[in-house]
Nanobody, 122 residues
Framework: VQLQAFGGGLVQAGGSLRLSCAAS????????MGWFRQAPGKEREFVAR????????YYADSVKGRFTISRDNAKNMVYLQMNSLKPEDTAVYYC????????????????WGQGTLVTVSS
């Protein structure tokens, strides 16, 4: 599975941004998808996961209520809508995929995309 994340950029605190991730896999709808992020000097951390059908989502406490993960299986796309952004959300964001939902949530997905940088200014 090849994944390409895009949509990052510079935004002011309190603003919104939507990240997208395109997957080149005809069986995309079989994969659970996740978003992760890595801030400067920190380890990569889990942000959100959506199950293969899009029916169930799961979020890190730090983004719950502000971020929304979704997917469009017809387009092989997964999205991360980020609202009420904070400077501490500044990071490189990565999308990831795995046939195991647990693998995504525990930070061990089999497939990773290139990151896209999100910078939130105060």
């Amino acid at each position: 599975v090849q994944l390409q994340a895009f949509g990052g950029g510079l935004v002011q605190a309190g603003g919104s941004l939507r990240l997208s991730c395109a997957a080149s896999e005809r069986t995309f709808s079989s994969y659970h998808m996740g978003w992760f992020r890595q801030a400067p000097g920190k380890e990569r951390e889990f942000v959100a996961r959506v199950t293969w059908s899009g029916g169930t989502t799961y979020y890190a406490d730090s983004v719950k209520g502000r971020f929304t993960i979704s997917r469009d299986n017809a387009k092989n796309m997964v999205y991360l809508q980020m609202n009420s952004l904070k400077p501490e959300d500044t990071a490189v964001y990565y999308c990831a995929a795995d046939l195991s939902s647990r693998a995504v949530v525990t930070g061990k997905p089999s497939y990773w995309g290139q990151g896209t940088l999100v910078t939130v200014s105060s």
